[in-house]
């Protein structure tokens, strides 16, 4: 299957193909083996199979956005996009809609929320920090996925989160 992305605002072709009880991930025309196990609702542990076993985590929280997703890494935090495949053919393929309805952002690992930078009733645009949750030793900023105005700020400063909790509400 390829796949059209956009990873931080940057254009990504990548082919998967299952490959046994692994899968074969071409990108930018290098190819690795990873071995995928679902550790929670939102986490993945990916294991390159190909590079002397190399492991990473994954968080993964929804942006609200259709096929947008907040992917938390050991390395920092990548806003990635799907703008076609995996079903988006057709006329307008590589354009993701604008979203309807509200934006939940929700919490990619647990953690710990070190930072509320809105409160409601603030106007945020696209991309703005909404709330930092520290997970593993590192700050993740989870951001608006649009303009929006916040309406729910769920968590304080100090709150212990888990995988999944819904942190805020922008509609």
């Known amino acids: 299957m390829e796949l059209h992305i956009e990873v931080n605002g940057r254009d990504r072709v990548v082919s998967v193909e299952a490959r046994e009880g692994a899968y074969s991930v071409t990108l930018d025309g290098e190819t690795h083996v990873v071995d995928v196990a679902r550790v929670d609702a939102m ?4 294991i390159s199979l190909s590079d002397g076993h190399h492991s990473v985590q994954a968080g993964l929280a929804e942006t609200g956005a259709p096929g947008e997703w907040s992917v938390h890494l050991p390395a920092g935090v990548a806003s990635v996009r799907l703008r076609s495949g995996a079903g988006h053919y057709g006329r307008g393929a590589g354009r993701v809609p604008a979203a309807a309805g509200s ?7 647990p953690g710990k929320v070190v930072k509320v930078l809105v409160k409601p009733g603030d106007e945020v645009k696209a991309r703005q920090g909404v709330v930092v949750v520290e997970a593993m030793k590192m700050e993740n900023e989870l951001r608006a996925a649009r303009d929006g105005r916040v309406t729910d700020v769920l968590v304080a400063e100090g709150t212990s989160v888990e995988s999944g909790r819904l942190l805020a509400v922008i509609e």
Not at 43 to 46: A, F, V
């Open 43 to 46: 986490t993945l542990s990916l």
């Open 103 to 109: 934006q939940r952002i929700t919490a990619p690992m």
